[in-house]
């Protein structure tokens, strides 16, 4: 019995919070705050606009992300070394850098949640400024609402609670954001600077294989060796 009265008040619960969820959504799209980041966005180049579109999915590109296997470098010889040659160090970074991008960002996402989820007071803000956009979604539902005697219309009520939250989040956020980034950042230097991935290539990442291995890159792309 407990244990059916507690599925029944969880889905109760995800009830509530889709619902106020589909109507912050109804009320943000009424508000004409859609619209008008549609036209900044219209206001944009056609060039830019291409340029970013075609650099966002080239970057995220859900095959850009490397396996286990490919990032620990799994069954390799020597997958992990300290390259003292300068230039040898500067192009395994470039490669490292451009082939595992993907993945270095998908690390940084992980650490900053992590990091949010062990700041107490960055939870309580998120909650508190969840529960704001609720009160100020049901306050507008009839196109306005009063504040000590001025009426704020809802498209008023919520660009200018969009740009608080943008600002509030910004201040809750600083320290986790700080503590992610140097945290990734120490990970992810640590790895591209010892982990020799030269043999592993796209056909957009090239990088020209030396030492021991400079006579099997051929063969490992499936290419002809030239004579």
Known sequence: MAVTQGNQTSASALNSFVGVMNSAKEKWDSS???????????????????????????????????GISVVFGVGEERPFYLEKVPTLLVARLKHNFQFFFLNYLVLTGVLFFLTMLTTPSALIGLGLLAGLWMYVVRATSEGSMTVYGVTISQKNATIGLSIFSAIASVWLLQGVFVWALFSSGFLVSIHAVLRDASMHQDGEDQMDMVGEFSGEQDAFLGQEPDV
């Open 32 to 66: 004409g705050a859609s619209e008008a980041m549609s036209k900044m966005t219209a206001n944009i180049p056609q060039g830019t606009q291409e340029y970013l579109s075609s650099t966002s999915q080239q970057l995220l590109n859900r095959q850009k992300f490397r």
